[in-house]
C-alpha cells in the first residue's frame, strides 16, 4: 500500500480509542501489515540506495534518490495531513501523528533492514512483512493510484461510522 493508505488506517484506529494510547499505536502499526494483505499497486522506487528489494547499496545522492525523496516525502506528507483531517478528534496531535507514523513505520523499517539485516527484531520483521505482503500486484498505475483511492474513501466511510 502507498504510506497515505496506512497513515489514513493509523489515524482511524487512534481516533477510535483515544483513551488507549498504547493500545491503539499498537493496533496502528499492526495494521499495516493487515493492510499489505490487500492485492494492490505500488509505486516504483527508483534508486537502488533505498530500495528494498535491492538492499544494502551505498546511498548515492543521485537524481533517483531525488525523485523517491520527492515522492515518498510527498505520500508521507498527504498521508499525515488526511489521516489528520478525517480522524483527529482526541485533542491530542501528538496521538494522530503516532498512530499515523505506527502505521507507516514498517516500510521504513523495511530500509533499515537492508542496512543491518542480520539485527534480531530487523529480520524477523522483515520476514513477517514479506511472507504477509499480497504476493499478488496490480501493476498498472492509473487504475492501482485509483484502486488506492477507493480503498482509502471506503476506510474512511466505515471508520466514519464507529468513530465520534
Ligand atoms: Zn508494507
Not at 499489505?36 to 546511498?59: A, E, L, Q, R
Not at 523517491?68 to 501523528?97: E, H, M, Q
Not at 529480520?123 to 498505475?141: D, S
Not at 493510484?145 to 464507529?162: D, E, G
Request: proline share 6%.
Amino acid at each position: 500500500m502507498i504510506l497515505v493508505t496506512h497513515a489514513v488506517v493509523g489515524a482511524a484506529i487512534v481516533a477510535a480509542m483515544p483513551n488507549h494510547p498504547v493500545l491503539g499505536i499498537t493496533l496502528a502499526f499492526a495494521s499495516h501489515f493487515a493492510m499489505d494483505t490487500i492485492p494492490h499497486w505500488d509505486y516504483k522506487i527508483y534508486s537502488d540506495s533505498i530500495n528494498p528489494k535491492v538492499g544494502g547499496k551505498k546511498i548515492s545522492l543521485n537524481k533517483y534518490l531525488a525523485l523517491d525523496a520527492v515522492r515518498i516525502g510527498g505520500d508521507v506528507a498527504l498521508g499525515f495531513l488526511l489521516g489528520y483531517l478525517f480522524f483527529f478528534n482526541s485533542g491530542k496531535p501528538w496521538l494522530c501523528f503516532a498512530g499515523e507514523l505506527a502505521a507507516m513505520i514498517p516500510d521504513f523499517l523495511q530500509v533499515v533492514y537492508t542496512r543491518f539485516p542480520t539485527f534480531p527484531p530487523l529480520a524477523q520483521l522483515q520476514r513477517f512483512h514479506k511472507w504477509i505482503h499480497a504476493k499478488k500486484r496490480l501493476y498498472e498505475p492509473v487504475s492501482g493510484a485509483l484502486y488506492q483511492v477507493a480503498i482509502i474513501a471506503a476506510v474512511i466511510f466505515i471508520a466514519k461510522k464507529f468513530i465520534n
